[in-house]
């Protein structure tokens, strides 16, 4: 069965979700209370609806506890945000992700509950911000406040040479849990195989250590 989606909140941040999920063919009930943006999103959801989701007899109305997963992307109104999460919850919705505005906020969405918070304008800063520094990173992508995925280039230095030879697991903590090259993706690779330029190496670890990782060896 298809999984049933909910998202609250059709600004740029919602509407990003509401249109890729239903890309991937999942049913999406899209809520707003402004008619221009509901309209917008009629024919992109399966339904779309005008709706206060801060009113309790609203969200059981529209069955809103039925679906697996809700996505409230309330943008600037934080008090809106707070009380449609506390709704849910009250419903029963089984798994709740919100979009936070700053750490206070965070703070309070999941006193009351909320399972999964994101900061996106944050997160996306530090996405671009890792970019720019560094030539060699091609992605970065945060798991929690310490740790995250990224994407680093091989360039000259690292051209030839072997996982063996830059050993970053003892040097560095780190872990490179894949190879893209062109095309194919190479999962643990070989430790022995020589890296070729352009390779990409997908690495996971600390992020003092990929910091580390960056200034010595792929400047």
Do not use: W
Not at 6 to 19: D, E, H, K, P
């Amino acid at each position: 069965m298809k999984k049933q989606f909910a998202v609250i909140g059709l600004g740029r941040f919602g509407g990003s979700i509401c249109r890729a999920l239903s890309e991937q063919g999942m049913e999406v009930l899209a809520m707003d209370k402004n008619e221009d943006r509901v309209n917008e999103f009629a024919s992109i959801a399966t339904h779309a609806v005008i709706a206060d989701t801060t009113d309790e007899n609203v969200l059981k109305n529209l069955g809103v506890r039925n679906f697996d997963h809700v996505i409230v992307a309330i943008g600037e109104d934080i008090q809106s945000s707070i009380l449609t999460t506390l709704m849910l919850k009250e419903v029963g919705v089984k798994h709740i992700t919100v979009k936070a505005q700053n750490d206070y906020h965070e703070k309070v969405l999941r006193k009351i509950g909320a399972d999964h918070v994101v900061h996106p304008e944050r997160d996306m800063g530090r996405r671009i911000a890792h970019y720019i520094v560094s030539n060699n990173v091609l992605d970065y992508l945060e798991l929690s406040d310490e740790y995250s995925i990224v994407e680093i280039k091989v360039n000259e230095l690292l051209d030839g040479h072997s996982l063996i030879d830059l050993d970053v697991r003892a040097k560095y903590g780190l872990n490179i849990v894949a190879i893209k090259r062109g095309r194919e993706i190479i999962v643990t690779p070989p430790a022995e195989d020589p890296l070729q330029k352009e390779d990409i190496l997908i690495i996971i670890g600390a992020d003092s250590d990929i910091n580390r990782f960056e200034k010595k060896v792929m400047e």
